[in-house]
């Protein structure tokens, strides 16, 4: 079965400074990894993936996230961290090779909370 | 412009009472998905639809309802079997042609409280 983890149910960071958001996955084989952001009483909004190639990921608003496969984790990743990036972050897995539906997997999310 | 649509934004409802909500996609994606999010349990999977008049379980099916007659529409019924309705409702959609490496689609959710 497969699985997200993203240990740490907030973060603070001061605006101007780098941010990181853990995730780690469990999956049976190489895994597509994607993050979504979610601001208060909306819906999820992509933000980037892995599915293979180069470890570091590019997305929106300035986001990248790195793959490690060693270490199962692909963490999220910004240099300069804004106000109005706070808000819910989730990672999520799907195994492509599961068959027929492939399931996405979510975890619990991450609050990253910038402060000015 | 393309995107998805739910309705309404905030319900209220009595305990006992049936209540639908409504998702339209206009992304021509075949694969369409309701889940649902408390505080601290991230997203739990209530149903999925990979094509019109199929759909499937998913983790938490029960006391939920579910019908897919046209590719846009999958409405989602809250019925009085469900034990704590209370919860915000999401509705996604995914274009299966992209064989796993596309990301899915959210709306806006739906805010359900029971009284």
């Known amino acids: 079965a497969q699985s ?38 909306r819906g999820l909004q992509f933000l980037l993936k892995y599915i293979t190639g180069d470890n570091l990921v590019k997305g929106s608003y300035g986001f990248e996230a790195e793959f490690n496969k060693s270490q199962t984790s692909f963490h999220l990743k910004k240099p300069s961290a804004l106000v109005s990036d706070s808000a819910l972050y989730f990672c999520a897995v799907r195994d492509p090779n599961s068959g027929g539906y492939q399931k996405v997997t979510f975890g619990t999310g991450t609050k990253l909370q910038v402060i000015p | 412009d393309g995107g998805i649509t739910q309705s309404p934004k905030y319900l209220f409802r009595k305990e006992g009472q049936n209540v639908t909500l409504s998702c339209e996609q206009n ?46 529409s999958f409405p989602l019924t809250v019925t009085s079997a469900q034990k704590n309705p209370t919860a915000f409702y999401l509705c996604a959609s995914y274009s299966s042609g992209t064989s796993g490496t596309g990301e899915l689609f959210f709306g806006e959710g739906s805010r359900l409280t029971v009284l």
């Open chain 2, 27 to 72: 992304l021509n994606h075949d694969a369409m998905y309701w889940y649902r999010q408390d505080p601290g349990q991230g997203l739990r999977l209530i149903y999925y639809s990979q094509i019109v008049n199929d759909f499937q379980k998913g983790d938490i099916a029960e006391g939920y309802s579910v019908s897919r007659e046209k590719k846009e």
């Open chain 1, 4 to 41: 997200v983890a993203q240990p740490e149910d907030q973060v603070n960071v001061a605006e101007g400074n780098p941010l990181t958001v853990k995730c780690t996955y469990s999956v049976s084989g190489n895994p597509y990894l994607f993050w979504y952001v979610q601001y208060p009483n």
